[in-house]
């Protein structure tokens, strides 16, 4: 299985300031056939499901404010939040789709400080 | 509006079955995989297992903790997915999501709580 490993575990931004996270999975998730990174980011407020930002890596949902950008390639993977907004606070999570079983990382709880 | 809701959740105990449903709209259902993730309560997200299309002879495949227990089905006739839940165990206790794998994971239904507890 591949394994997701996030960091920090939690992270204080505050509002206006930028937020990093960072994605290790424990094998490449580029795909050699069509050369994309099978990552996907998500967000998940309080009480609510988690919502897709993020597929290949770095390609944004439509409807996520571009303040959101990811990167990385193989096994590194970053998110960034430019630019911290109040409705940013949520559990990040990452998630390979490259192979079964498709693992989550443990999640990144951001919050204001 | 693509829009996936969960039934079926509630309270069952040890080593009972459940069986919980996802009922899919404004979605090309049948050319979707239909997976399903659990969270335990404060916990993270966990992948339980996802099923192909049917032209894809709707292959099925599941996560380790669940396999030989869990059974995923669908009916494109309705446009629903269906997790059969046997054998359960406490640790199996945890808000259940439908969601459609396309580009990653998305929609994704609100979610129905499955409770085991004698």
């Known amino acids: 299985d591949i394994v997701m490993t996030q960091s920090p575990d939690s992270l204080a931004v505050s509002l206006g300031e930028r937020a990093t996270i960072n994605c290790k999975s424990s094998q490449s998730v580029l795909h050699s056939s069509d050369s994309n990174n099978y990552l996907a980011w998500y967000q998940q407020r309080p009480g609510q499901p988690p919502k897709l930002l993020i597929f290949?890596?770095?390609t944004r949902v439509s409807g996520v404010p571009d303040r959101f950008s990811a990167s990385g390639s193989r096994t590194d993977f970053t998110l960034t939040i430019s630019s911290l907004q109040a409705e940013d606070v949520a559990v990040y999570y990452c998630?390979?789709?490259?192979?079964?079983?498709?693992?989550f990382g443990q999640g990144t709880e951001l919050e204001i400080k | 509006e693509v829009q996936l809701v969960e039934s079926g959740g509630g309270l069952v105990k040890p080593g009972g079955s459940l069986r919980l449903s996802c009922v899919a709209s404004?979605?090309?259902?049948?050319?979707?995989?239909m997976t399903w993730v659990r969270q335990a309560p404060g916990k993270g997200l966990e992948w339980v297992g996802r099923?192909?299309?049917?032209?894809?002879?709707?292959?099925?495949d599941y996560a380790a903790p669940v396999k030989g227990r869990f059974t995923i089905s669908r009916d494109d006739s309705k446009n629903m997915v269906y997790l059969q839940m046997n054998s359960l165990k406490t640790e199996d206790t945890a808000f259940y999501y439908c969601?459609?794998?396309?580009?990653?994971?998305?929609?994704w239904g609100q979610g129905t709580l499955v409770i085991v507890s004698s």
């Open positions: 969601t459609a794998q396309q580009l990653g994971f998305d929609p």
């Open positions: 404004g979605l090309t259902f049948t050319k979707a995989w």
């Open positions: 290949w890596a770095s």
């Open positions: 099923i192909k299309t049917n032209s894809e002879g709707a292959t099925t």
């Open positions: 998630q390979q789709y490259y192979s079964s079983p498709y693992t």
